[in-house]
């Protein structure tokens, strides 16, 4: 077993050193996501967690302090995962435009295969209000650096705030809500495809 140490934000367990450590660490966080999809925060358990992961329960304390702890990891790291894989579709430069389309494919796509994203994600407004407000505030921020990319390229029209960008993230939540937890009706290429008409006369050069 490895020797953890805590990471320096204190916000994600402890960091394994090993290869070993990690892969049982992304067990764990592979269980939790599925522990508290299905049960929520309060009902799930960390035995349920060591269970589903085929880990001691022992294992899991080398790793978190509490149950607590761990949805808060995994909140993390849920996010980081999101923005990952939107990082991953968008790979070389792409036209503005293009990058919102592919952008909110992957998303939706992400959501497709793990729908239990959206219920952790809800839950830790009142479990972990900080994680939840940092998920939001770093997703906008994103769209805002890509906006602003937009601009100087000259897409996308002049004076896009902070508030554009969160009008964007909105509306793609949303649509992950509808076409990814609620039902899968459309395809994520046609949803991205619909919402990317939207933006090009929202905020494309030359609209008022």
Same mark, same amino acid.
């Given at each position: 077993?490895?020797?953890?140490?805590?990471?320096?934000?204190?916000?994600?367990?402890?960091?394994?050193?090993?290869?070993?450590?990690?892969?049982?660490?992304?067990?764990?966080?592979?269980?939790?996501?599925?522990?508290?999809?299905?049960?929520?925060?309060?009902?799930?358990?960390?035995?349920?967690?060591?269970?589903?992961?085929?880990?001691?329960?022992?294992?899991?304390?080398?790793?978190?302090?509490?149950?607590?702890?761990?949805?808060?990891?995994?909140?993390?790291?849920?996010?980081?995962?999101?923005?990952?894989?939107?990082?991953?579709?968008?790979?070389?430069?792409?036209?503005?435009?293009?990058? %919102? #389309?592919?952008?909110?494919? =992957?998303?939706?796509?992400?959501?497709?295969?793990?729908?239990?994203? @959206?219920? *952790?994600?809800? &839950?830790?407004?009142?479990?972990?209000?900080?994680?939840?407000?940092?998920?939001?505030?770093?997703?906008?921020?994103?769209?805002?650096?890509?906006?602003?990319?937009?601009?100087?390229?000259?897409?996308?029209?002049?004076?896009? %705030? #902070?508030?554009?960008?969160? =009008?964007?993230?909105?509306?793609?939540?949303?649509?992950?809500?509808? @076409?990814? *937890?609620?039902? &899968?009706?459309?395809?994520?290429?046609?949803?991205?495809?619909?919402?990317?008409?939207?933006?090009?006369?929202?905020?494309?050069?030359?609209?008022?």
């Amino acid at each position: 077993m490895s020797t953890p140490e805590t990471p320096a934000d204190g916000a994600s367990g402890k960091t394994p050193r090993t290869e070993r450590g990690r892969r049982t660490l992304r067990k764990l966080l592979d269980a939790a996501a599925i522990e508290f999809g299905e049960k929520g925060f309060h009902e799930a358990s960390v035995t349920g967690i060591t269970g589903r992961a085929g880990t001691a329960l022992g294992t899991f304390y080398t790793y978190f302090d509490s149950k607590d702890e761990l949805f808060r990891a995994l909140v993390n790291d849920l996010s980081d995962r999101v923005r990952t894989t939107v990082g991953q579709a968008l790979g070389p430069p792409l036209a503005p435009f293009d990058t %919102e #389309e592919v952008a909110l494919t =992957a998303f939706l796509r992400f959501a497709r295969e793990h729908k239990e994203v @959206y219920r *952790i994600i809800d &839950e830790a407004e009142f479990v972990d209000p900080g994680s939840y407000r940092n998920h939001y505030e770093s997703t906008a921020a994103r769209i805002l650096d890509r906006l602003k990319r937009g601009e100087d390229s000259g897409a996308f029209r002049g004076g896009l %705030e #902070e508030a554009h960008a969160w =009008a964007i993230m909105g509306m793609n939540v949303f649509l992950g809500l509808r @076409y990814s *937890i609620w039902s &899968e009706d459309d395809s994520a290429e046609e949803v991205a495809a619909i919402a990317r008409t939207f933006l090009e006369r929202g905020i494309g050069k030359g609209v008022a």
